[in-house]
């Protein structure tokens, strides 16, 4: 009763403590992966920015995209990886609320941008003789500002909501950052309603942009099945594949961890998950859309090839 009658005013991460002898090998696997995260990312933003071939609404969601993942996994990656190698595995409630809304935003940011993207793809396929003048810069602009609003405007109110709770001991958060779900636990009284509210919000903005996907790619691959042409075909499909991946690896993982039921959470599978689209996805996406994409990899050598001539010629 001592405890309860103190609010906390940090928190202590477990994180992967009960595996100690494991510690330095994830250390040493998250930080290749978060260096190639962001060195994949930056890569797939720079090669667009320099190609003026580049410089289409597919790719510029892509960009988009790529400055997503730097945020998304830069909020989480650093202090996991201190907590890997140190004693020190404290937050304060202030920076937990900082963390846990920067993931927020970033997350449902990306929700919102697959689906405009796979908008983009619903447009060039199905309606390719309006599509240049449907997807200008302007309607880019507005799906881009829009998906960046409401992670903005949820991300904010949800960190809101769960801080607005008193949190009295213990406070030890058995994850290695601040999610929703393991926070909620450390609650004092009853969370019940806040469980709800934050599973409806997981509904509404994780799967909303989902169905929304999904009946684009119903009308896709309608559209596709009916093209004469084998290679057009088989363009037309290629143009989505990356796109469906990256989808099914984050949509996936985002599913499995809010929308099950809470009776079948496991804390060391929910520590794996968080891992996989934490880091894991944001590590794949350039190279899932690098390798599957010919404009892409031609425009990587062309940037190359650039910087090699013009530091020969210096």
């Not at 599509?131 to 949820?154: K, P």
């Not at 909501?161 to 058995?174: D, E, M």
């Amino acid at each position: 009763m001592g405890n309860r009658s103190s609010p906390v005013s940090e928190f202590i991460f477990d994180g992967f403590s009960g595996l100690p002898h494991l510690q330095i090998l994830l250390f040493v696997v998250v930080l290749f992966m978060y260096t190639m995260s962001l060195a994949g990312n930056a890569t797939i933003t720079a090669v667009i920015k320099l190609n003026p071939a580049l410089h289409t609404p597919m790719y510029f969601f892509l960009m988009n995209l790529s400055l997503l993942e730097i945020c998304y996994t830069t909020a989480i990656v650093p202090k996991m990886l201190m907590s890997l190698v140190s004693e020190n595995r404290r937050i304060s409630l202030w920076g937990c609320a900082t963390q846990m809304c920067f993931f927020a935003v970033f997350g449902i940011t990306e929700c919102c941008l697959l689906a405009a993207m796979a908008y983009d793809r619903y447009m060039a396929i199905c309606k390719p003789l309006r599509y240049t003048v449907i997807m200008n810069r302007g309607v880019c602009a507005q799906l881009s500002v829009a998906s960046w609003s409401v992670g903005v405007i949820v991300g904010l109110g949800q960190t809101s909501y769960v801080f607005s709770l008193t949190y009295c001991g213990p406070n030890r958060i058995n994850h290695f950052f601040c999610d929703i779900p393991p926070l909620l636990t450390l609650a004092c009284g009853d969370t019940s309603m806040n469980v709800i509210v934050v599973y409806m919000l997981a509904v509404l903005f994780i799967t909303t942009p989902f169905l929304l996907i999904l009946a684009s790619y119903i009308f896709i691959i309608t559209s596709i099945l009916r093209m004469p042409s084998a290679e057009g075909r088989h363009k037309a499909f290629s143009t989505c594949s990356s796109h469906l991946i990256v989808v099914s690896l984050f949509y996936g993982s985002a599913i499995v961890t809010y929308l099950r039921p809470k009776s079948s959470y496991s804390t060391n599978g929910d520590k794996l998950l968080a891992l996989f689209y934490t880091v894991v996805t944001s590590m794949l996406n350039p190279i899932i859309y690098s390798l599957r994409n010919k404009e892409v990899k031609e425009a990587l050598k062309r940037t190359v090839s650039s910087g090699l001539c013009s530091v020969k010629i210096k």
